[in-house]
């Protein structure tokens, strides 16, 4: 029996006196994601996802139905109160939710406190401090390093070094906020200077948004061994990308306007505890190919540091949703193409003493399957924009046009668990200002 | 007569009732450089240093000598509420303290809001959402890039793009907090693998830190000739490095643990205000050099984009302390080698439409001189660690040592103007962990 079976939080046969998260799917009972969210007519306040329902825990705290550091930390307008707290508190809460959603006694007492998500607007989880972007999923940077360095895609840094660099917070946006196409400098093939205009390659990248719970202090790392205690969750990432934009700026300090003028994220937040039964081991790195260095070494967690998540993106185009199609998968593929771990990760950032604090976000880096079917970016897909996509509507796509909306999936199952996901990722990109 | 000589702020006349601030060279009453302090037996609170001592704004705000908006802003505990409001608004409030610090009718009533600024503790003044590196010192960017790049040491892009790339906000402190030394992955010359451990080639790097005022919505990009209205004022930035992990870990996304272990800042604002005497033409930009692009020109700009400040970084060494030996000046030169102005740095930021915020703060990247006198960084100053400096103590450094103490200093001087300074920006490096 896995160890996370006798968590009664994941057992198989609990349901929830919210239906509709009975066979969800996505966020059944054995889910309970954490986001922030406005009722109708309301302020902002914290949430779980219970099917198509979300149950108001600042409600809840304000009920007395959380113990008091948990009430306290569900009454603020964000996540990172509740992040900042010690792990085994998180996990009572988990559990305490848990509970009151399953027990048909909470039923009539919780009722005005459940609001139907469709109703509801949903915002950033957390007030991010600093973002974060690695590079690990291998595929990607072996696709890409291929089409900029044909003979060498692979630089001798990347399997000792997990790569990263950071990215902007501000220009972080929930699910829904309209991307506006970028203007920046390109240079034209052929041409001696750039010009200045909107992008002509805008793309998407297909990244999972690892969420850090408790920090550290400055000059005082996390160790590998410690890393767990350090990770809240996870949630999709679209790093929006302008190609022309970054191949002309990146050098030599690495991609800058070419990437932060929006990214966006799944609302809702899905913990290191409901992902606890997707844990695998790592196939993307076989063990001593190179073996990390010590710092970045640890058994456990080379045993079970990947998620059995199954990734995809969809595209729907303006024309597509005129004529009442259904989005079109550009690709499909398993999260577990990444080099290195959401702990290697942790623990490489804070190992110069860089403090993390409670709601930063950290992303994986584009995830991208070894074949086509599978790549996480339309830079992959079409080959640098030579092989362009056909899509249902008779359109092609070579990268994103104005009125495509991308959305990103995910979905975790394993064998005697209740398969969840991630919600989804979505957005609309409007015309250049 | 020169435009800002009409402001009675910068009336070289003026004195404070404050005696330690006439003839101070840094903090005269021409200067009011705003920032966040704690007294003896006191909170956090923002404050105007003047001279030896610092003017409590809280107290003033609560003794009903500002208009509400002003009061508001300077009753938080950092600045940024004060930087969102109209430049219009953060100018009177500059007259207004200037009017209670020259009027001697003032001084019985201010007597108990003024502190001996070495009695009380300096904080970061701002909550800084997201930092930003730029790498607009074109001689370092030519020393440094002739070391990577002996017949190209600038890339192509250099002269069109203002190259710059995020930082990390967390790890920023003000002057005074001891710098750990980091450790991390470095590549021993001859080596096939990385080690990991302390850095080997710890340096500092001589920047100007600029504060930004008010914000963009995401989206929106700021016109070159709206650019002023988004920028609040200076400090100096010792955006340290560690050059051997640099080295290994920057391709291809850039420097990441090499530079976000520690960056420490002068903890005044001198304000764009107090600047307006020292702008002039940018020296280190000929005109159509190439010319900029449209959305980085403005003739305003290039006639008074630069500033006639004159930087220096000082060593002491522990031993050097010891013996009671004076600091060692490492460099001095002009901070007027900028290729790109502080606009054209916020412009093209924005000019994708990421969104700037209150507290944001960009770095210049390092300044440095044409010659070697006047270079920013030891990594030039040494030529790559091959030339050490040698000390007064009879010491010789090529990178920073466990101990060191550097020290960033800043003084500007114009012809009818009295002269300021920024403040100085210092720390000490402690042995690793």
Not at 16 to 44: I, K, M, R
Request: charge should be negative; glycine fraction near 10%.
């Amino acid at each position: 029996m896995s160890w996370w079976a006798s968590d009664e939080t994941h057992d198989p046969a609990r349901t929830s006196w919210v239906e509709s998260a009975n066979g969800h799917g996505v966020f059944p009972v054995q889910n309970l994601p954490l986001g922030v969210f406005s009722p109708p007519t309301g302020d902002a306040r914290i949430g779980a996802a219970i099917g198509e329902a979300i149950l108001d825990l600042r409600a809840c705290a304000a009920a007395g139905l959380f113990e008091p550091a948990l009430a306290a930390a569900c009454i603020e307008p964000s996540l990172n109160r509740l992040f900042g707290l010690p792990s085994v508190q998180r996990k009572s809460l988990r559990q305490r939710i848990s509970h009151l959603l399953s027990d048909p006694v909470y039923r009539d007492q919780l009722t005005s406190h459940i609001f139907t998500a469709s109703d509801c607007e949903l915002h950033l989880p957390v007030r991010i401090g600093d973002y974060t972007d690695f590079y690990v999923g291998i595929h990607h940077a072996n696709n890409v390093g291929r089409q900029f360095r044909p003979d060498n895609p692979l630089l001798p840094n990347y399997k000792y070094v997990p790569i990263g660099y950071h990215g902007r917070a501000s220009s972080i946006r929930p699910s829904d906020v309209a991307v506006r196409r970028p203007s920046g400098q390109r240079k034209p093939a052929g041409s001696d200077t750039p010009v200045f205009g909107p992008t002509e390659r805008l793309d998407y990248e297909l990244e999972l948004g690892i969420w850090v719970s408790s920090g550290n202090e400055l000059g005082e790392p996390i160790a590998i061994t410690d890393a767990a205690e350090h990770f809240a969750g996870l949630c999709l990432l679209n790093d929006w990308s302008a190609r022309d934009l970054q191949a002309w700026e990146y050098q030599p300090l690495g991609p800058f306007l070419a990437k932060n003028f929006h990214s966006t994220i799944s609302p809702w937040v899905v913990t290191a505890e409901a992902l606890a039964p997707f844990r695998i081991a790592q196939p993307a790195r076989p063990e001593d190919d190179p073996r990390p260095l010590p710092y970045l070494h640890d058994a456990a967690d080379q045993a079970h540091g990947a998620f059995a998540l199954t990734l995809e993106v969809h595209l729907l185009t303006a024309k597509m949703r005129e004529a009442g199609l259904a989005p079109y998968r550009l690709s499909t593929g398993p999260a577990s193409s990444m080099y290195w771990t959401v702990h290697q990760m942790l623990t490489h950032h804070s190992s110069n003493g860089c403090n993390l604090t409670p709601g930063d976000l950290l992303g994986t880096g584009t995830i991208s399957a070894p074949t086509r079917g599978g790549f996480g970016s339309l830079l992959e897909i079409s080959g640098g924009g030579q092989t362009a996509v056909k899509l249902p509507s008779g359109e092609v796509r070579a990268f994103v046009e104005d009125g495509d909306e991308i959305i990103l999936t995910a979905s975790a199952s394993a064998p005697g668990a209740v398969a969840i996901g991630l919600g989804s990722c979505r957005a609309q990109v409007t015309p250049a200002r």
